[in-house]
């Protein structure tokens, strides 16, 4: 149980493009899912949090316009990354919180597998 | 603002032995959880073990327990019996209780397993 999916897994696009990234709670319903970026060798670095139905809240630092976030349903939150750069390049993360937990802890947030961007 | 400190980028141990990773924070509240991640080389974050910081009972995962020192504010965490399939960046987290709760993480601890 609490199994999490992203997609893609990894993806190469070209500089100016747009590339959008899917998180999946694919055994529990989600009011709210979060979205890290990694750094090779660095912790995770939290960059929004998407509620269902409304407006993602963003981290200081990190650019709404540039980052979009919808989260349209209770199993489904996307990441696009606009106008991509090389800068952009990263391991992006999703985690996901269990709404009605039967077993779980709502306190536990469940992570995807990671999606590596790559921006040529 | 909450901070969580890993202040041992690195630690090694031999193969079936113990070993004590640790985890600092920083709050102003009383009530919170605390977790330990693991992410091994395919980079999926896996819960190891978690803490309510209400509870004064260490929790305890199989081959995994905590030291929970609230009033030191400190959460370390035991491997015992080291498998090889433990070795793992290992991330401490910390979450509020209330609002979003997001999650703070350290800057995590790599841990390799000699065998």
């Known amino acids: 149980g609490a199994v999490v999916s992203q997609h893609p897994s990894w993806v190469i696009c070209k500089s100016g493009t747009s590339v959008k990234i899917e998180c999946r709670s694919l055994d529990f319903q989600a009011t709210t899912m979060f979205w890290y970026r990694q750094f090779p060798k660095q912790s995770l670095m939290l960059m929004a949090t998407s509620n269902e139905g409304s407006k993602a809240t963003y981290e200081q630092g990190v650019e709404k316009d540039k980052f979009l976030i919808n989260h349209a349903s209770l199993t489904l939150s996307t990441l696009t990354v606009t106008s991509a750069h090389p800068e952009d390049s990263s391991f992006y993360i999703c985690?996901?919180?269990?709404?009605?937990?039967?077993?779980?802890?709502?306190?536990?947030?469940?992570f995807g597998p990671g999606t590596r961007l790559l921006v040529l | 603002a909450q901070t969580v400190t890993q202040s041992q980028p690195e630690m090694s141990v031999q193969e079936a032995e113990t070993v004590t990773l640790s985890c600092t924070y920083d709050?102003?509240?009383?009530?919170?959880?605390l977790f330990w991640y693991k992410q091994p080389p395919s980079r999926q974050m896996i819960l190891v073990i978690r803490?309510?910081?209400?509870?004064?009972q260490n929790a305890t995962e199989n081959r995994f327990s905590v030291n929970f020192q609230k009033a030191a504010k400190s959460f370390s965490l035991k491997i015992s019996d080291s498998q090889l399939g433990d070795a793992a960046m290992y991330f401490c987290?910390?979450?509020?209780?209330?609002?979003?709760?997001?999650?703070?993480f350290g800057q995590g601890t790599r841990l390799t397993i000699n065998p």
């Open positions: 803490q309510e910081a209400y509870k004064q």
């Open positions: 709050t102003s509240e009383s009530d919170y959880y």
């Open positions: 987290a910390y979450s509020s209780i209330q609002g979003a709760q997001k999650l703070v």
């Open positions: 985690s996901a919180r269990d709404l009605a937990p039967s077993g779980r802890s709502k306190e536990t947030q469940y």
